[in-house]
């Protein structure tokens, strides 16, 4: 009997046209969970470091965790994984909504893409009867209208329909998959899927998840249940609005945007506005926002409500989350109105609402400096932004400038050289990051942005405030009830956290807190990102439902394995380590672990490289990021070891990388992987 998973993938090979369910092996689970765990250990064993993003051989792959499906709050994350075309490292996106539990409740753990179709397919997941059917029909359509039209096609409204638009088809590094009431949007995932030639997976499913222990699982979701009321009826003081609470950062329900709009930078990560929020901007603001937001939804058994469905006249009604609204407005210098109206178009296309904005400044940013000219932007219209639209077309069909665009800052920069790249200054590992640019280096942040594997820092961050409270006071009182420390000496580091001062940023955390504050962020968020639970309710907010102390009951109880905290975190490591080792088998080395260059105005070289080593060393890395052979032993891995020996990136005698990888990376870049 297998419990909370399925113990079933459904293996599809679109160049064969063939459809497997095969069964898993139960081990799996133990050592990895399920979700990006298990993906990880897939992507290891089937894709080899030689295949780039866009070959046949590149898997895509949609899972559920392990928790999704079951009755526990809040687990319904679908976790996509594949090769990225923007980092040319793995890349895992996770998405809400409604498709992971509906996946298994037609059984299966996950879906696992191979190959190509000749044709635009979409798939169609029916319990145990399964069809690839043409999409032709589909061709061009946006993602909304594609779910739409498959739901009628299919007679079947209750189906769930993850769809790429026009961006995925035309294989933009920056397009998502899109779910209606949320999508998979970073690192490319949407250009792989277009690139294997499927429109949508549509899924519908209606058997059950059997629970080890069910009575005892119950009364812990009841529990949490609880506590989500209690946080919900007392948000955290001291803290800005958009952090007080639980959920998603929960931009639908909250005008208050003081924060966002005066503390990140707007344009491509240009300007910091201090001064631009004012009792009339956030009164104008209040009222656009109410004049478009019909209703809050939720995901799937979740009473967070984080999402909103947008209606504004002349164009059709779509769902919103998080911040789209904030990106393409600040990226445009613009009004919330503006960023409510492209965000539709852009939803319908297929785009990351992150990259995306950034992508469009960026240019416009280029064209200013007379690094691009009207021969580049032939008919481009005047003003911001009709700009935008114009530029958004242009991406997701891949037309002129929009070719180049389309493959975001970093890969754009090379290619129109002239410069450039002095302008795509906000990657990481070639990837846009949040537009932030601070003062003061924090040394915490420094390491998550250097060394998260998802590079996206709210896929790292969490758990413990992003900067000290001003008074001492105020610092006992947050660490009072604050029961979800894994240990009780993270409360001293912060009641000793100060703005100024000995005490302060970036000598204070020390190095050692540091490490040991990034290490706990990080096990939350490759826990969540195994049981398909939503990071608004576990690893991102501060004082979450779900921690180190109760998470080994929730997992025990649902799979009948047991499992302590210690166990827990061994696989949180487990996961973290392996989704490292694919990247380090890629080629990815130190070098590459660098926040943006103008990220800190006050920057502490020796102090940074002393960031990294201690955290390598407390990680079990060598001083080129690479996992010890001992360190991999110890978790398990030691398939992994034998590999990095075999290939010349560890020595069996010690660990200390050759540089044949490193140069097989350069070659890479210089060789065609990019535009
Ligand atoms: S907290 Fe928000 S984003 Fe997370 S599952 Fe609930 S509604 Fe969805």
Redesign the pocket.
């Known amino acids: 009997m297998r419990y909370a998973e399925t113990g079933f993938n459904l293996e599809i090979d679109l160049s064969r046209g063939s459809i497997e369910r095969v069964e898993t092996d139960p081990r799996l689970m133990e050592l990895y969970f399920g979700g990006l765990g298990t993906n990880a250990k897939i992507l290891w064993d089937r894709v080899p470091p030689e295949v780039e993003p866009f070959s046949p051989d590149n898997l895509l792959i949609f899972s559920t965790g392990l928790l999704c499906g079951t009755p526990a709050i809040?687990a319904?994350r679908t976790i996509v994984s594949t090769l990225s075309p923007q980092t040319l490292l793995m890349a895992y996106s996770m998405m809400?909504g409604f498709f992971a539990p509906e996946l298994k409740y037609a059984g299966y753990d996950k879906v696992i893409i191979r190959g190509k179709s000749p044709n635009l397919v979409y798939l169609w997941i029916n319990n145990d009867k399964v069809e690839i059917r043409d999409a032709s029909h589909l061709q061009g359509k946006g993602a909304s209208e594609t779910a739409e039209l498959i739901l009628q096609e299919l007679k079947e409204p209750k189906a769930q329909v993850a769809a790429i638009g026009l961006a995925g088809e035309n294989r933009v590094y920056m397009a998502s998959i899109e779910h209606g009431r949320?999508s998979a949007s970073r690192l490319g995932i949407g250009a792989v899927m277009g690139d294997k030639g499927i429109k949508a997976i549509a899924v519908r499913g209606t058997k059950d998840i059997d629970i080890a222990r069910p009575d005892e699982f119950i009364e812990l979701c009841n529990e949490v249940l609880e506590y989500i009321k209690a946080r919900d009826d007392n948000p955290i003081p001291g803290v800005m609005p958009i952090l007080a609470g639980?959920?998603?950062p929960q931009e639908m329900k909250i005008h208050d945007e003081k924060w966002h709009t005066t503390s990140f930078m707007w344009g491509n990560a240009r300007t910091r506005r201090r001064d631009f929020w004012t009792e009339e901007i956030e009164e104008k603001w209040r009222e656009i926002q109410e004049s478009v937001r019909t209703r809050l939804i939720?995901?799937y058994n979740?009473p967070?409500?984080?999402?909103a469905i947008i209606s504004i006249p002349g164009i059709s009604t779509y769902m919103m989350?998080c911040y789209s609204k904030l990106t393409y407005t600040m990226a445009a210098y613009s009004d919330l109105d503006f960023g409510f109206k492209i965000a539709q178009r852009a939803t319908e296309y297929g785009v990351d609402g992150f990259s995306t904005p950034q992508a469009m400044a960026f240019a416009l940013e280029l064209y200013e400096a007379g690094i691009l000219t009207d021969q580049d932007m032939p008919g481009m219209p005047s003003d911001t932004e009709g700009r935008f639209y114009w530029l958004l077309d242009r991406i997701v069909r891949r037309e002129g400038i929009g070719d180049m665009l389309a493959n975001g800052t970093y890969w754009a920069a090379q290619k129109i050289g002239k410069g450039a790249e002095e302008y795509a200054h906000n990657n990481i590992k070639k990837h846009e990051q949040l537009p932030l640019k601070l003062g003061m280096l924090n040394p915490v942040y420094f390491l998550m942005y250097c060394t998260g594997e998802k590079i996206n820092i709210t896929q790292i961050e969490g758990q413990f405030p992003q900067e000290p409270f001003p008074t001492r006071e105020e610092r006992e009182a947050f660490v009072k009830d604050w029961i979800q420390v894994p240990d009780e000496k993270f409360k001293q580091y912060f009641l000793d956290w100060e703005p100024r001062g000995e005490h302060s940023n970036p000598y204070y955390p020390t190095v050692q807190m540091s490490c040991e504050i990034v290490d706990w962020m990080e096990m939350m968020h490759y826990i969540d990102d195994a049981l398909g639970m939503?990071a608004?309710?576990s690893s991102f907010p501060l004082k979450p439902p779900y921690h180190i102390h109760n998470y080994p009951a929730f997992i025990s109880s649902a799979t009948g394995i047991d499992i302590d905290e210690a166990g827990l975190s061994q696989v949180a490591k487990r996961n973290r380590t392996l989704v490292r080792a694919v990247n380090i088998r890629r080629g990815m080395r130190r070098e590459d672990e660098k926040p943006p260059e103008d990220h800190w105005k006050k920057r502490f070289p020796e102090l940074e490289e002393k960031l990294l080593d201690e955290y390598y060393k407390f990680k079990g890395w060598n001083t080129e990021g690479i996992p010890t052979k001992e360190s991999l032993h110890e978790l398990a891995l030691d398939y992994v070891s034998e590999d990095f020996i075999k290939r010349g990136i560890l020595r069996d005698t010690e660990t200390i990388p050759t540089k044949a990888t490193s140069k097989e990376k350069e070659k890479k870049e210089g060789g065609g992987s990019g535009p």
């Open positions: 809040g319904n809400g949320s639980l959920g998603s939720s995901c979740c967070m409500k984080c999402g989350k939503c608004g309710l």
